[in-house]
């Protein structure tokens, strides 16, 4: 693996680990808290929520994914040394340390493809960590959209109670729809929309007022279309290096290029 794509490896991880490591830091200057309790602007726990809510499990096995990452980092970096690489690449695998990505040759295939195998693994989990307990509102519960994990807000899995107590009932009575979140309430959306400067037309106050997410819109766009690309370049890689007979010696740049094609397929579907 060249020494740029290394570097970029590292800058990547460095990026998504800051946020972690700022919260850990914050927790810690913090403490605990003084009362067993829980409440944000959506509404508060009762105790019987926060009797049931547990992450311990989904936590264990994220250290456990996290070691196991480490210590494939960390063996790729001791056998680079071992087998005495080209120059320079002990620098690179010490930025691989960081970044979880292994060098060349079979066994550090090996150690490479445990890693990746590794650190799929660790997403998955991480993405199955809840956000917070059951939050009720005006003796009601909250719609569990932003309460359950990223993972059951992503696949819709957080509405299938509710979809399921309406099929065993026949329909759904006033009292069974939860209430909206904090930002969907009419209450707030009108204080919020008497803050915004009006124009002249409708149109020209939303765009006034959602420029921000209108930039984010158009910016999701553009790297979509970006991505839309990446299958048939890496697509044009495997080819050269098909064609130019190279594979037995660097499987390893093979496999990635591989890899990298069926990811960024998935993310263009």
């Not at 914050?26 to 009362?35: A, S, V, Y």
């Not at 998955?124 to 960590?129: H, R, Y």
């Not at 790297?223 to 080819?239: E, G, K, Q, Y």
Request: charged share 15%; aromatic share 10%.
């Amino acid at each position: 693996m060249s020494l740029p794509l290394s570097g970029a490896a590292l800058a990547v991880a460095a990026l998504s680990s800051s946020v972690a490591a700022y919260n850990v830091f914050r927790q810690l200057r913090i403490g605990k808290p003084k009362g067993w309790f829980y409440e944000d602007v959506d509404g508060y726990a009762t105790p019987k929520a926060l009797a049931e809510f547990s992450s311990r499990g989904i936590k264990v096995a994220v250290l456990l994914f996290s070691a196991i990452g480490t210590g494939t980092s960390i063996a790729g970096l001791v056998l680079s040394t071992v087998y005495k690489f080209r120059h320079g690449f002990l620098l690179e695998n010490s930025l691989n340390a960081a970044a979880w990505f292994t060098g060349q040759r079979a066994v550090m295939g090996l150690v490479w493809l445990i890693s990746a195998l590794d650190a799929t693994m660790l997403a998955a989990v991480s993405g199955m960590l809840p956000r917070r307990p059951e939050i009720v509102y005006d003796g009601a519960k909250v719609d569990r959209q932003w309460t359950v994990s990223l993972l059951n807000r992503l696949t819709w899995s957080w509405i299938q109670p509710l979809l399921r107590h309406a099929s065993l009932h026949d329909g759904l009575e006033g009292d069974d729809v939860p209430h909206a979140d904090f930002n969907l309430r009419s209450k707030q959306l009108a204080k919020e929309w008497n803050k915004f400067e009006h124009k002249p037309t409708l149109f020209l106050s939303l765009a006034a007022t959602y420029k921000g997410r209108l930039a984010v819109l158009w910016a999701a766009t553009l790297v979509r279309c970006a991505v839309s690309i990446l299958p048939f370049w890496f697509m044009l890689r495997i080819l050269k290096i098909l064609e130019t007979e190279v594979t037995r010696s660097n499987p390893v740049q093979l496999f990635i290029f591989v890899l990298g094609m069926a990811v960024s397929n998935l993310a263009d579907s």
